[in-house]
């Protein structure tokens, strides 16, 4: 995969993962209504990485960015919720990856 691509799925990724657990947060473990001001300035970020994905159109790129969001996922729940990832999850994943780098990097006629 070009390195640009992936710098951009990541870092979507983890955009929308902070921005959403922002709100997670604040509606499911009690903290502050604050925690929402960085969870939409997140989410405005996200918004604006896809954007910059090299494809010619919105559903490929969100497509493709699905299976990154989805790796992404189980690497924030790892990281962040210090809750391991199963060999089910990794498989899940995997399948994903591969699926969005079909989607993305296929030879596509004009």
Known sequence: MN???IA????????EI???F????????GQS?????????CLIAFAWLLTLAPTDA????????????I??????????EKSKPDTWD???AAVCVAGAAIILFAPRSA
């Open 3 to 5: 390195a640009t691509v």
């Open 8 to 15: 951009i799925y990541v870092a979507a990724a983890l955009a």
């Open 18 to 20: 902070a921005g959403c």
């Open 22 to 29: 922002a709100f997670w947060a604040w509606l499911r473990n």
């Open 33 to 41: 209504v604050w925690w929402i001001a960085p969870g939409i300035a």
């Open 58 to 69: 919105a559903g490929r790129a969100y497509a493709a960015y699905g299976g990154v969001y």
């Open 71 to 80: 790796a992404a996922s189980l690497a924030w729940l790892w990281a962040v």
């Open 90 to 92: 990794l498989l899940g």
